[in-house]
């Protein structure tokens, strides 16, 4: 009886919870992810760089400090959204990348390479 009810109980979370989703509803197993490296121009990777993930969408921004190896690692993007990426280093940044929602690949890798100075007003 104890394994019945449980069996139940756990049913219904399964049930109730369901599968997860992205921004549009659509199923999590389409869910994509971007994956690269910061580097300077001689492409030696930068550590403590921030690299920032906008969502063209909505507009929100996330962010990422890169480890020893310059790696960075953004997961659970919506497929259906654009998205613009670049780098930020003490004064400088790499270009801006987009990560189009027409690209079918579930995971990408883009080197964003550091090396023009950043204008005073940009953010």
Same mark, same amino acid.
């Given at each position: =009886?104890?394994?019945?009810l %449980?069996? &139940?109980l756990?049913? !219904? @979370?399964?049930? /109730? @919870? !369901?599968?997860?989703?992205a921004q549009? !509803?659509?199923?999590?197993s389409e869910?994509?992810?971007v994956?690269? &490296?910061a ?7 930068i550590?403590s /760089? @921030? &690299? ?7 507009l929100?921004?996330?962010t990422?400090i +890169? !480890?020893?190896k310059?790696?960075y690692?953004f997961?659970g993007?919506?497929?259906?959204v654009d998205?613009e *990426?670049h780098?930020?280093?003490?004064? =400088?940044?790499s /270009?801006n990348? +987009?990560?189009s929602?027409?690209?079918?690949r579930?995971? =990408?890798? &883009? +080197? %964003?390479? *550091?090396n023009?100075?950043k ?5």
């Amino acid at each position: =009886m104890k394994y019945a009810l %449980l069996a &139940v109980l756990l049913l !219904g @979370v399964t049930f /109730a @919870v !369901g599968p997860v989703r992205a921004q549009d !509803g659509s199923p999590s197993s389409e869910l994509r992810g971007v994956t690269g &490296v910061a580097c300077d121009k001689n492409e030696t990777p930068i550590a403590s /760089a @921030v &690299v920032y993930l906008k969502n063209n969408r909505t507009l929100t921004v996330r962010t990422y400090i +890169t !480890g020893d190896k310059g790696e960075y690692h953004f997961s659970g993007l919506d497929p259906n959204v654009d998205y613009e *990426i670049h780098a930020e280093y003490n004064d =400088m940044t790499s /270009a801006n990348h +987009t990560v189009s929602s027409l690209d079918s690949r579930k995971e =990408m890798n &883009v +080197t %964003l390479k *550091i090396n023009k100075e950043k204008k005073k007003d940009e953010k």
